[in-house]
């Protein structure tokens, strides 16, 4: 099994730094790096995949520095990117075989997977049809295929679910999650039900820092976190929204239901709740 490994790695844009001085080493497992727009995870997958180059630091695959591995750093790689380019005239068939030949897989192994390939993610009855017509949904479909046309060992998804609908993501997850048992897969998104329950390790990015990780379970029941319940005056609601992290409210009779996410309890009569990893999520996240 492959070991990937960021040693101070950093990206600067005109002064303004994206990926700032991260350390971080990832081995067999789904990864999920979670994080809002702008937090820098579509830069770091960008250097992680050799697309971008650090502006310090290195990228290393098996204490080898990737740009230094070349096309042998490829063959390894799967990558979908946030932006996935295609040719709109041509079929979903015809698009993977022309990826596939890019990827010098020979025709009659190219055959073969992406008839498997286009079966698993439900396109097989839409793959003599142009990718012009395709909905945004069937397009991300088409980019996860052709990020596993090369069987890779190193799986790099960002933002993988984008306008795929809810049934979709499930049966995506349900891949990703078998397809971490003999990889690295590093999956990045902003919504936390895309990892929750497939990700073997769980990276929380800000600012171009990774300002938490861990399992799942380490996760929610980190003792900085708390949640509580209280009912609050409708007329009190934006205050509590300006002074504390509210992840939910709904009415109740006359008054208003708020559940916050706090350290410290917000009213004497709060209750405390169950902390989820969206919780976790939305603390660190709007954490000074």
């Known amino acids: 099994m492959h070991e990937l490994r960021l040693m101070d790695i950093e990206k600067k844009y005109k002064g303004k730094t994206a990926v700032e001085n991260l350390n971080y080493t990832f ?14 995870k579509t830069t770091l997958m960008r250097m992680l995949c050799g697309v971008l180059q650090p502006t310090q630091g290195k990228v290393l695959c098996d204490d080898i520095e990737i740009e230094k591995m070349g096309s042998e750093y490829r063959r390894l790689l799967g990558y979908l990117p946030q932006d996935f380019g295609y040719y709109p005239e041509f079929s979903a068939e015809r698009f ?11 025709k009659k192994e190219a055959d073969s997977k992406i008839k498997e390939l286009l079966e698993m993610v439900g396109l097989t009855k839409e793959r003599k049809k142009k990718l012009k017509t395709f909905s945004g949904g069937m397009l991300r479909r088409v980019g ?44 990045s998104t902003h919504i936390v039900s895309d990892i929750e329950y497939i990700a073997d390790e ?3 990015m800000k600012a171009g820092q990774i300002i938490r990780n861990g399992i799942h379970k380490e996760l929610v029941n980190d003792k900085e976190v708390s949640v509580w319940k209280c009912v609050v005056e409708e007329k009190e609601v934006e205050e509590f929204q300006a002074n504390y992290t509210v992840s939910n409210l709904r009415p109740h009779e006359e008054k208003t239901e708020l559940r916050i996410v706090s350290k410290e309890a917000p009213t004497d009569t709060a209750i405390r709740g169950e902390v989820t990893l969206e919780d976790v999520y939305l603390y660190y996240a709007q954490k000074e």
């Open 96 to 106: 993977l075989q022309y990826i596939a030949a890019l990827k010098a897989i020979p």
């Open 202 to 204: 769980i990276l929380i």
């Open 144 to 187: 996860i295929a052709q990020a596993l046309l090369n069987e890779p060992e190193i799986l790099i998804l960002d933002e993988p679910t984008a306008g795929l609908d809810p049934k979709e993501r499930v049966h995506f997850r349900n891949i990703i999650s078998s397809l971490g048992k003999n990889r690295i897969v590093i999956l």
């Open 27 to 40: 081995h067999q497992g789904v990864y999920g790096l979670l994080g809002e727009n702008g937090a820098g």
